[in-house]
């Protein structure tokens, strides 16, 4: 089993800035596309960004596209969130997940994710 450990969650003002970390145990990080998700109180989780093996491609929701960066650094074995221009409706608790699928399309069901964390708050007030 491969554990996903997410860090750098926390209180922020309305467009301050965040960077989510999370870090993977194994050897063959590499090999697994990575994405963030995203669960606010009473909703469904739904899909913030993913990021390719080699890094080179990325895919962002539309909600947080432009503000929000992915990217890994597999000598690290971690995958990261920068998140600017942070609004309230980003506040939820954020989970990082890992699959060794491939797929010609983007992954941005969770279904498609095997693998999870447990997950960082981020709240953003007003």
């Known amino acids: 089993q491969v554990q996903l450990v997410e860090s750098g969650g926390g209180l922020v003002q309305a467009g301050g800035s965040l960077r989510l970390s999370c870090v993977a145990s194994?050897?063959?990080?590499?090999?697994?596309?990575l994405g963030w998700f995203r669960q606010a109180p009473g909703k469904e989780r739904e899909f913030v960004a993913t990021?390719?093996?080699?890094?080179?491609?990325?895919y962002y929701a539309e909600s947080v596209k432009g503000r929000f960066t992915i990217s890994r650094d597999n000598a690290k074995n971690t995958v990261y969130l920068q998140m600017n221009s942070l609004k309230p409706e980003d506040t939820a608790v954020y989970h990082c997940?890992?699959?060794?699928?491939?797929?010609?399309?983007?992954?941005?069901?969770?279904?498609?994710?095997?693998?999870w964390g447990q997950g960082t708050q981020v709240t953003v007030s007003s």
């Open positions: 997940a890992g699959t060794q699928r491939f797929s010609t399309s983007p992954f941005r069901r969770e279904y498609e994710y095997d693998y």
């Open positions: 990021i390719s093996r080699s890094g080179r491609t990325t």
């Open positions: 194994g050897r063959t990080f590499s090999d697994y596309t």
